[in-house]
């Protein structure tokens, strides 16, 4: 499986970055190489998503919070259209709530780290928001029913 890590360095207040450090030399062991991009601004996830799944990536892996996990659900679609349907989202507990973490794997903070090899996706909701205004914008998001 191809995967990406999206890592968003000032998720958590910097602890994303921390944690992406002190996980490289471990991922390298596990997957022989790892494919990163760095979000440097706003609307960054959305684009490396895309760019990613237009390349072929199966698997994003978010290393940041609720926020780069958002970006990125945008990032899955183009023109409202999935760009892969058989991608999956993966999310890591680094960012400062975490909501959408703890939804899918509770409160055990390393058991992302555990189910990327072994990985089950699930189906969830996507929401979609359009807001009119003079620049009338869309958004995406997911949630767990």
Not at 47 to 61: M, N, P, V
Not at 65 to 90: H, M, R, S, Y
Request: charged letters at 20%; aromatic letters at 8%.
């Amino acid at each position: 499986m191809k995967r990406r890590f999206i890592v968003n360095p000032v998720s958590g207040s910097g602890n994303a970055r921390i944690l992406f450090n002190q996980l490289q030399d471990s991922l390298l062991g596990r997957f022989g190489k790892i494919d990163t991009a760095i979000t440097r601004k706003a609307g960054d996830a959305t684009r490396l998503a895309r760019e990613a799944l237009h390349a072929g990536i199966e698997q994003l892996i978010v290393i940041g919070g609720d926020g780069t996990v958002n970006e990125v659900v945008c990032g899955f679609f183009d023109q409202n259209q999935p760009i892969n349907p058989k991608a999956c989202l993966l999310v890591s507990d680094c960012g400062t709530g975490n909501d959408y973490y703890r939804h899918v794997f509770g409160s055990n903070a390393s058991a992302w780290l555990d189910s990327m090899e072994d990985f089950k996706p699930v189906k969830v909701d996507l929401g979609r928001v359009e807001i009119s205004s003079e620049n009338p914008t869309l958004r995406l998001f997911i949630n767990m029913m």
